[in-house]
């Protein structure tokens, strides 16, 4: 069973002077959901190496089982300090695909070509595809087997506009990942802000919010 995870390289928050890059939480979870499954986990990112961590993420008031124990997992530090470069990345060698959020993927994954043919490969073999929070940003302009936005007719959920609010950053990011969906013609559902709630249609796998990471992973791994 493998499974690629794919993160973000980008870590500037628009033009705010802030940080960013992908959730911690949203790595973590889903990565210790996978190994202790006894998966065979590869990381990749648009620009390999290290991607950048969102410091929010890493702040005090944000930490969870899984981020404290990956803090002291040398093994799993060095798998992030040389993640792949996406575009040495043949999906044909995978089983899943995982996409962690954070707001970093608005930026570089969303438009990333090297992404958009990993993910509508994975689409056309009907392989599994999961994405939690801001990465389900991704499918901004994949399609799947029939030309159709990859979205359109499944009922997906992301972050919400409503959560966007009231981090303050509707107007910093590119886009609105609630909105995106809608207009690629998901049928868009959503939990209480901040709460668990994954869904999944067919084998595509999203999750809501940095809450939703476990059990949007656990979810994928039903579909392998």
Request: net charge negative; with cysteine; proline share 5%.
């Amino acid at each position: 069973m493998k499974i690629l995870m794919v993160l973000t390289s980008h870590d500037k928050l628009g033009e705010t002077g802030k940080k960013t890059g992908f959730w911690l939480e949203e790595f973590a979870a889903p990565y210790y959901v996978f190994n202790d499954a006894g998966a065979d986990i590869t990381l990749a990112s648009p620009k390999g190496g290290r991607p950048p961590i969102d410091p929010s993420s890493d702040a005090e008031n944000a930490q969870t089982e899984a981020t404290e124990r990956f803090k002291g997992d040398s093994d799993a530090q060095g798998r992030l300090d040389g993640t792949l470069g996406l575009s040495t990345v043949n999906a044909d060698d995978y089983d899943a695909v995982f996409y962690p959020g954070g707001h970093g993927p608005l930026w570089d994954l969303a438009d990333d070509q090297d992404s958009i043919a990993l993910i509508e490969s994975f689409a056309k073999s009907d392989r599994p595809i999961a994405a939690v929070c801001h990465a389900p940003g991704v499918f901004k302009h994949t399609n799947g087997k029939d030309g159709k936005p990859l979205v359109s007719g499944k009922t997906v959920t992301g972050f919400t506009n409503t959560e966007e609010e009231a981090q303050g950053l509707t107007d910093v990011v590119p886009f609105l990942v609630e909105d995106m969906l809608k207009a690629n013609g998901g049928q868009y559902e959503k939990g209480d802000d901040w709460a668990n709630f994954v869904v999944t249609d067919g084998k595509l796998v999203t999750g809501q919010n940095p809450a939703s990471s476990e059990d949007a992973a656990r979810a994928l791994l039903k579909l392998l």
